[in-house]
């Protein structure tokens, strides 16, 4: 059984690969392939904590990985070509690996387990995930004819978890929730954004990816060792710039 735990994130990795090149290639199909996906990244990771009786602790850990995969399966309905073909594979095998691989390290081998190593990967895959759900909800919108609250239902239900999940694992509950709360707020702000915005489909994943990854930056100012003021100074210039960039240049559909 553990030999089969130790070569779970790889095959995986492999099977999530593969399930999202077969939904390509039958795209009418959508979505029972790719819905597979999300359902063997919930049910391994139960299986590696199942005997160390982490389960439960090791999905909460798990979310933003499965909210990852999620988004790609969401963003299946809209991609074509390469980037249904080639980078939502690569992506979400690539997520199932990391995401598994970190588990098992941390449950049976913590001596090789990289320090803080599901909190980066975590934080890793956030901007990504806004960038799929804000490019699909705003394109549903556009090329369906789909109701404007689906953007602001899908950012406001993402960005809360993804507060949440990403939590400082000292953190208490109480502070988790409020967290949570903020992010249901700022969630709903960008899915606003999403909703009236008229970029084109890239830009609102741009601008809700980095507008949420800052926030959630901000966040880490208040955790020892603190961050030198002149870095917080710099790094929140830098996205201010980057989006007055955005809004002032981006060509208005």
């Known amino acids: ?96 690996f990391l995401c598994l691989e970190l588990m098992f390290l941390s449950v049976y081998l913590p001596s090789r387990y990289p320090v803080n190593g599901l909190s980066h990967l975590n ?40 507060f949440w999940s990403t939590s400082h694992v000292e953190s208490a509950p109480a502070e988790q929730r409020r967290w949570m709360m903020l992010g249901a707020w700022m969630g709903f702000q960008v899915g606003i954004l999403c909703a009236v915005l008229p970029f084109n489909l890239m830009l609102h994943g741009t601008v809700a990816a980095v507008t949420v990854s800052l926030a959630l930056r901000s966040r880490r100012y208040l955790i020892a060792p603190v961050i030198p003021k002149k870095i917080i100074i710099l790094e929140g210039a830098s996205v201010a710039l980057f989006l007055v960039l955005i809004l002032s240049t981006a060509a208005w559909v």
Do not use: C
Request: glycine letters at 4%.
């Open 123 to 162: 934080l890793s895959l956030v901007p990504i995930t806004l960038w799929f759900l804000a490019f699909t909800s705003v394109g549903l919108t556009v090329f369906l004819n789909m109701t404007r609250v689906l953007p602001v239902a899908v950012m406001t239900a993402a960005v809360s978890v993804l």
């Open 1 to 96: 059984m553990l030999l089969f735990l130790r070569f779970l994130p790889f095959l995986l990795g492999i099977l999530n690969a593969a399930l999202f090149v077969a939904q390509s290639r039958y795209p009418a199909s959508y979505p029972w392939i790719v819905a597979i996906s999300p359902v063997l990244l919930v049910a391994s990771v139960l299986l590696i904590g199942w005997k160390r009786h982490q389960g439960a602790a090791l999905f909460q850990r798990s979310i933003p990985s499965l909210l990852a995969v999620s988004a790609a399966a969401y963003t299946m309905l809209l991609a074509e070509g390469v980037f249904a073909q080639v980078v939502l594979p690569v992506f979400v095998g690539l997520a199932s």
